[in-house]
C-alpha cells in the first residue's frame, strides 16, 4: 500500500550542484517534504587540466538530475501526473556552450575556475571601476561573461560554433523542455545585466567583442518559463507539459528557501565556505567589490531588490581541519562543541585567524592564510583553539557584515537551516551576540525551496506569504545582552589581529 495517496499533488524541486543533483517532492497542500533523493552518493568529480581551472560535463549533471528525480519518485511512491510544476536551483557563475543543434561543444567552465580573472581584472580597468560598479555593481572578476571572453581568445574553433551559452541551471532547463532560455537574475549572475540601464549589459559584450545573441531568451523568475517535453516526459515518467516554473542560481536560492525576501532580511550558510546573503532595497555597491551583488529572486526592472553576497572561504573546512589535526582521535563535532563550551567568551585571548582556504574577497582578494595569535603554551589547551576557532570563523562573518552595512543594510534578523556550523551552540550564541542580530534556525534546503519556488511561479501558490506558511522555524538565537561587551572585546581584538596580517 502507497503511503502517500495517488490524489495527493506534489511540487519538484532540482538542485544541481559541483558535488551532486538533489532532488525534493514537496506536497502542495500541507507544504512538507514527502521525499528527498540525491545522486551521485560520492562527490561528482571536477576536471582540474591546470592549476586553477575546474571543468564539470553538463551531461553529467543531467545523468545524475534524472537519477535523483527516479530515486525520489520511487521513494516517495509518485508518479509523474502528481508532479505540477518544477524548480530549479543551480550552482552559480557557470559557462555553458551549445551549438544550434543543442549539443555542448566543450566541458563547463564552472564557479570555482579562476582562469578569466585576468579578463575580468582588465575590463575593469580599462573600462574604469566607477563604470562597471555603477552599471554591474561589480567587477567583471571571474563571472560568466569573463569566461565567455577566455574561450573566445583561446579557444576560436569552439567560440565561432556557439549558439548560445547558458548557465548551469539553464542547460537543465533545456534538457527538460528543449528551449533556451534565462532569467534575469542569471544575467546578473553573469555579469550580463545593467543595473542602471536596466538590459543586457551592451558596452561589456562591446568591449570584449561578444555578440548578443549568444545569450537566451530572458523569461522571468517565477512564471512558467517552458514545459517538459514529450521525450523527456515519457524518458523520466512525467506528464508531458509540465511546466518549468522557477529559476535560480544556488545562494539567492537559498535565501527564497529561508523565506528571505524583503530588504534587510539575511540568509546565511556555513558549511565548508560560509555565505552571508542580505537583500538590499535600492541598488548599491561596494567600491572595493569586497561583497557582490546581483538581482534577488524577485528583482524586476521596475522593482529594486538585491542580493549582496559575503563569500568566507574558510569556514567550515576550518572546523574539520582542527577536528582532524587538534582534536583527540574519535572525537567528534558534538564532541567538540561541548569541549570549546568549558572555555570562556573570547577563548582566554587566543584569536584564530580563519583564511586558510585561498584568497579572500572580503580582504580585496588578499590570500594571509590561518594564524594563531595570543597562544600561552602555559596555560591554553586544545579547548582553547576549538573554541577559537569558532569565533574566528564567526568574526570573520561578522567583518564582512560591517561592509554589507555601509552599503546600507540593517541586519537585525538572520535566517539559516540548522546544519553544518548552525549545529554549534557557540557559533551560534557568538553570530548573534556579536552582530546583535537573532538567528531564526529552519528545517529547508535548496532543492526544497526550488520546489516552493515552481509553486510560486505556476500559481498553485498567491505568493511568498502562502507558499512558506508551512516552513518550519525550529529554533531562535537571541543576543546574550549581560555578555555584550565580553563579545565585542573578543571581536577587537581579533580585528587588531586581522590588520596585522593585512594590506591596507
Not at 561589480?138 to 551559452?165: C, D, M, Q
Not at 569586497?290 to 528583482?299: I, K, P, S
Not at 567538540?336 to 582566554?348: E, F, K, R, Y
Amino acid at each position: 500500500m502507497n503511503i502517500y495517496s495517488s490524489t495527493h499533488q506534489y511540487l519538484l524541486g532540482l538542485d544541481v550542484g559541483s558535488s551532486s543533483v538533489k532532488a525534493s517532492l514537496v506536497d502542495i497542500e500541507s507544504g512538507n517534504c514527502v521525499a528527498t533523493a540525491f545522486y551521485p552518493e560520492h562527490e561528482a568529480p571536477i576536471k582540474a587540466i591546470k592549476t586553477g581551472w575546474a571543468e564539470q560535463a553538463p551531461q553529467m549533471w543531467w545523468d545524475n538530475a534524472c537519477l535523483a528525480l527516479k530515486k525520489v519518485k520511487a521513494s516517495a511512491h509518485v508518479q509523474g501526473q502528481q508532479i505540477k510544476a518544477i524548480g530549479l536551483s543551480y550552482q552559480m557563475h557557470g559557462l555553458v556552450c551549445v551549438d544550434k543543434e543543442q549539443k555542448v561543444l566543450r566541458d563547463a567552465i564552472i564557479w570555482c575556475d579562476s582562469r578569466a580573472v585576468p579578463y575580468g581584472e582588465r575590463a575593469f580597468n580599462e573600462l574604469s571601476a566607477n563604470r562597471c560598479l555603477a552599471h554591474l555593481l561589480n567587477s567583471p572578476g571571474n563571472f560568466t561573461a569573463a569566461k565567455l571572453a577566455w574561450v573566445k581568445e583561446n579557444e576560436p574553433h569552439i567560440y565561432e560554433r556557439i549558439y548560445k551559452v547558458m548557465l548551469p541551471g539553464d542547460y537543465i532547463a533545456m534538457k527538460l523542455s528543449g528551449d533556451i532560455n534565462t532569467t534575469i537574475g542569471g544575467l546578473s549572475e553573469g555579469i550580463f545585466w545593467d543595473f542602471k540601464e536596466k538590459r543586457v549589459a551592451q558596452f561589456l559584450l562591446d568591449y570584449y567583442g561578444i555578440d548578443a545573441t549568444l545569450l537566451p531568451h530572458v523569461v522571468p523568475t517565477f512564471d512558467i518559463q517552458s514545459r517538459v517535453s514529450p521525450q523527456v516526459a515519457q524518458e523520466l515518467g512525467l506528464e508531458p507539459g509540465t511546466p518549468i516554473a522557477y529559476r535560480a542560481g544556488d545562494q539567492p536560492n537559498n535565501a527564497l528557501s529561508l523565506n528571505v525576501f524583503n530588504p534587510g532580511e539575511i540568509a546565511s550558510t556555513a558549511g565548508t565556505s560560509g555565505v552571508v546573503y542580505g537583500v538590499l532595497g535600492e541598488v548599491g555597491y561596494d567600491k572595493k567589490s569586497r561583497v557582490n551583488t546581483f538581482a534577488h529572486v524577485n528583482y524586476t526592472p521596475d522593482i529594486d531588490r538585491l542580493g549582496v553576497l559575503l563569500c568566507i572561504n574558510g569556514t567550515g573546512i576550518l572546523n574539520a581541519w582542527v577536528r582532524r589535526n587538534i582534536a583527540l582521535e574519535g572525537i567528534d563535532y558534538q564532541d567538540m562543541n561541548q569541549l570549546c563550551a568549558q572555555v570562556p567568551i573570547g577563548s582566554d585571548g587566543v584569536s584564530v585567524i580563519p583564511f586558510g582556504n585561498g584568497a579572500e574577497r572580503v580582504l580585496e582578494n588578499q590570500e594571509i592564510g590561518c594564524s594563531i595569535s595570543g597562544l600561552n603554551f602555559n596555560h591554553h589547551t586544545r579547548n582553547h583553539l576549538i573554541r577559537a576557532a569558532q569565533e574566528g570563523i564567526v568574526f570573520s562573518f561578522c567583518y564582512g557584515m560591517e561592509v554589507m552595512q555601509t552599503m546600507g543594510m540593517n541586519i537585525q534578523h538572520i535566517h539559516a537551516g540548522r546544519a553544518n556550523m548552525f549545529l554549534s551552540p557557540i557559533f551560534r550564541e557568538t553570530l548573534s551576540s556579536t552582530s546583535g542580530a537573532s538567528i531564526e534556525l529552519y528545517d529547508t534546503d535548496g532543492s526544497i525551496g526550488a520546489a516552493r519556488g515552481a509553486g510560486i511561479g505556476c500559481g498553485i501558490y498567491h505568493d511568498h506569504t502562502e507558499a512558506f506558511a508551512t516552513l518550519k522555524r525550529l529554533a531562535v538565537i537571541e543576543p546574550d545582552s549581560k555578555n555584550a561587551n565580553q563579545y565585542q572585546e573578543a571581536y577587537e581584538r581579533w580585528k587588531t589581529t586581522l590588520k596585522k596580517y593585512i594590506k591596507q
